[in-house]
């Protein structure tokens, strides 16, 4: 069992930064991935970026790529998602998630986005609005 919590989210102006940490308990096994989505009002749930627990292999959706960078504390059992030049439209609930891959499988946005996640935070708000 993982429990994973969310926290950073907040009010942000056009073009700040902001890192949301997603706070891992349970049983991290290494072949587990850690990932960040999120969902805007009226949208559906977008996958982000996710990294791989053991060894530190990252996966990035095209609309994440360039702002966003995911990395992880394994000491602190928590990943983060460090968000820059932030624009209106990332107004959304920001979502961690845990799921598992087998060593052997390749991680990349494709592999990413379908993975069946099992875990899954309570979700943080990121308002960006002047």
């Known amino acids: 069992q993982v429990q994973l919590v969310e926290s950073g989210g907040g009010l942000v102006q056009p073009g700040g930064s902001l890192r949301l940490s997603c706070a891992a308990s349970?049983?991290?096994?290494?072949?587990?991935?850690l990932a960040w989505f999120r969902q805007a009002p009226g949208k559906e749930r977008e996958f982000l970026t996710a990294?791989?627990?053991?060894?530190?292999?990252?996966a990035y959706a095209d609309s994440a790529k360039g702002r966003f960078t995911i990395s992880r504390d394994n000491a602190k059992n928590t990943v983060y998602l460090q968000m820059s030049t932030l624009k209106p439209e990332d107004t959304a609930v920001y979502y961690c998630?845990?799921?598992?891959?087998?060593?052997?499988?390749?991680?990349?946005?494709?592999?990413?986005?379908?993975?069946?996640?099992?875990?899954w935070g309570q979700g943080t708000q990121v308002t960006v609005s002047s």
């Open positions: 998630a845990a799921g598992l891959l087998a060593d052997w499988a390749t991680l990349d946005k494709e592999s990413a986005a379908r993975l069946p996640y099992a875990y």
């Open positions: 990294i791989r627990w053991n060894g530190g292999r990252t």
């Open positions: 349970g049983r991290i096994a290494s072949m587990y991935v």
